[in-house]
């Protein structure tokens, strides 16, 4: 059973991590039975980390676990950070894959998410 375990940075500030959280949860929702479940960690600042996240999945019976970043670009924290700290877990599980998928700001979706996201706001405001 797959499991999707969404990555954000984190932050000091807890609506933020909370945002991420209802974010996991909309995912799981839309996804429906294509995963066993969808979790979120954190990179730093919040919890559960990354190495939870992992082992949050397994312990709920993920026979595969798809590691989503949730990063805009791929600077030092998706290109270093999340590998290394899904190198321990790789190796603690080997029998159970643990797939670093690329991260969001990688879609070739994002310019229609973004032009899609700049229109919804301006909308009813050219008709002024």
């Not at 270093?80 to 894959?97: F, N, Q, T, V, Y």
């Not at 991260?103 to 979706?109: L, R, T, V």
Request: with cysteine; hydrophobic share 40%; glycine share 10%.
């Amino acid at each position: 059973m797959r499991f999707l375990l969404l990555i954000a940075h984190g932050s000091r500030r807890q609506a933020s991590n909370e945002e991420v959280r209802q974010l996991a949860q909309r995912l799981a929702d839309q996804a429906g039975n294509r995963y066993g479940g969808v979790r979120c960690a954190f990179l730093e600042l919040a919890e559960p980390d990354i190495g939870q996240g992992v082992e949050q999945c397994i312990a709920d019976g993920a026979s595969e676990v798809l590691v989503l970043p949730y990063f805009l670009s791929a600077g030092r924290h998706v290109a270093e950070d999340i590998p290394r700290e899904l190198a321990p877990k790789r190796a603690r599980h080997p029998g159970i894959p643990i797939r670093l998928l690329d991260y969001a700001g990688a879609s070739e979706q994002m310019p229609d998410l973004l032009l899609d996201l700049a229109e919804r706001q301006i909308g009813g405001a050219e008709s002024g």
